[in-house]
């Protein structure tokens, strides 16, 4: 059984700085395309970021890209998403999520991709 526990949300101003965990168990972590999504009251989940099972390959989505910064440590089957200058409109249910299939067959920022789901950690960010 896949478990994804996020950690790390908070209440920050507008500029500050957060730093969100993703710990995986119950899956070859190693192997594994990982993703952040992110949902605010009364709108849809949207991605944030992804990252191919070696890190060495990441996504973002256009209005986070040069702020936030997705990371993973295999041998701690975790992955990070380091978020900088944030904005008011930053503020959402951040998720982590675990890929169905390896990095070239997946949708990266397709929901519908991402068989396994965390349950979210709330980040707020105030003008």
């Known amino acids: 059984q896949v478990q994804l526990v996020e950690s790390g949300g908070g209440s920050v101003q507008a500029g500050g700085s957060l730093r969100l965990s993703c710990s995986a168990s119950?899956?070859?972590?190693?192997?594994?395309?990982m993703g952040w999504f992110r949902q605010a009251p009364g709108k849809e989940r949207n991605f944030v970021a992804a990252?191919?099972?070696?890190?060495?390959?990441?996504a973002y989505a256009v209005s986070v890209k040069g702020r936030f910064t997705m990371s993973r440590d295999n041998a701690k089957n975790t992955v990070y998403l380091q978020m900088d200058s944030l904005k008011p409109e930053d503020t959402a249910l951040y998720y982590c999520?675990?890929?169905?299939?390896?990095?070239?067959?997946?949708?990266?920022?397709?929901?519908?991709?991402?068989?396994?789901w965390g349950q979210g950690t709330q980040v707020t960010v105030s003008s």
């Open positions: 999520a675990a890929a169905r299939y390896a990095w070239m067959y997946t949708d990266y920022s397709n929901t519908n991709s991402y068989g396994s």
């Open positions: 119950g899956l070859i972590f190693s192997a594994t395309t």
């Open positions: 990252s191919k099972w070696s890190g060495d390959n990441t």
